[in-house]
């Protein structure tokens, strides 16, 4: 987990405050406008308020919407069946499949059905529907509006925030996992490395998910640099990848037994890489001409080596392995050069 001990606590006791808060607020300003209010505002803001201030927001939106047309659902279906117990409990049943359906669309429509059994099923509901209907409407609607309050202007926890945290602790990580590759490779052992890369790879794709959230909910309220954000994303995507292609040569290092006459190279190539990654990590523009440098020595002496002829004294299988290996390191290091290039292009003054 990326956030451990008392600063995670800090952050489910923040969380635990603001939830309480929108909840009291909500009673507070449904109480003002009816004594009997307040019931369904309160379970609102509850449902609604989330960790980070983009989940938040978005899930004022669903529930926001979702109530209305549940709403508007619940009155048709009272007046479309028949008054009766019977007539209502088949409008009901009915009124919340076709929600469940919709749900394939939209997730909206799970607000829908709660609200479809809230107005449908209440004793209180007899009769006078709309007037019944447009008060849970007005009633959920001060519970989300309180939760859209407290969620902006008490500790808003930004999902921009964290996955600026996220990615500097992936890319030290990222640059760590590196090293064991590079050290497997070099001694020749294949077991040391199985699985270490299934952490990176499944929290790339929560840091996608937090992104989104910050553009479609977050970016209105809070002016982060998004650009730079979506940069750093697609890097660390691209050197999980490269590293996943040099795991794959090092799975498949049985009864290899050859000398990496480019260890040296190699391992220049991949201390620069490691150094301009975990600088990105900590939103810091590194000096290039050391990762530059390193690659061009590497690469002049790979055309020395075969000049020399010393690459035809290997077998081809083992060529091959060598070759991949510093293919995607290569790789990985001009990724990294093109990856700098973008965020000084983008980099606010």
Request: net charge neutral; proline share 2%; with cysteine.
């Amino acid at each position: 987990m990326l956030l451990l001990g008392s600063r995670q606590r800090t952050e489910y006791i923040k969380y635990g405050i603001k939830t309480a808060l929108a909840a009291l607020l909500s009673y507070f300003l449904a109480s003002l406008t009816d004594p009997d209010l307040g019931f369904w505002a309160v379970i609102s803001a509850v449902i609604v308020m989330q960790r980070h201030v983009a989940a938040s927001l978005q899930m004022c939106g669903y529930r926001l919407v979702g109530t209305a047309i549940g709403a508007v659902m619940a009155m048709a279906a009272l007046y479309i069946f028949p008054p009766t117990d019977h007539g209502r409990l088949i409008g009901f049943l009915i009124t919340v499949g076709l929600c469940v359906y919709l749900k394939r669309y939209t997730n909206r429509f799970s607000m829908a059905a709660i609200t479809v059994t809230i107005v449908m099923l209440a004793p209180q509901a007899s009769g006078d529907y709309i007037h019944y209907g447009l008060f849970r409407v007005a009633e959920i609607a001060i519970g989300v509006c309180s939760t859209f309050i407290v969620a902006l202007l008490i500790w808003p926890h930004h999902a921009s925030a964290e996955l600026k945290e996220r990615l500097q602790e992936q890319f030290t990580r990222c640059a760590d996992k590196y090293d064991i590759i590079v050290n497997s490779f070099m001694a020749l052992k294949c077991d040391s490395c199985k699985g270490m890369l299934v952490d990176l790879e499944d929290e790339i794709h929560h840091n996608r998910e937090l992104f989104r959230g910050y553009l479609r909910h977050e970016r209105l309220f809070v002016d982060d640099d998004s650009a730079m954000l979506d940069i750093k994303i697609e890097t660390l995507v691209q050197s999980v990848e490269h590293l996943h292609a040099m795991l794959h040569v090092v799975h498949e290092l049985h009864d290899s037994e050859y000398c990496i006459i480019m260890e040296a190279e190699i391992r220049k190539v991949v201390k620069e890489s490691q150094d301009i990654m975990r600088a990105i990590g900590r939103n810091v523009i590194p000096d290039t001409r050391k990762l530059k440098q390193a690659l061009f020595s590497a690469d002049k002496r790979l055309e020395s080596l075969r000049a020399d002829g010393m690459i035809q004294r290997i077998s081809m299988r083992d060529m091959m392995q060598i070759i991949s290996f510093y293919h995607s390191a290569q790789q990985l290091g001009e990724d990294l050069l093109i990856s700098i290039e973008k965020q000084n292009k983008y980099r606010r003054v």
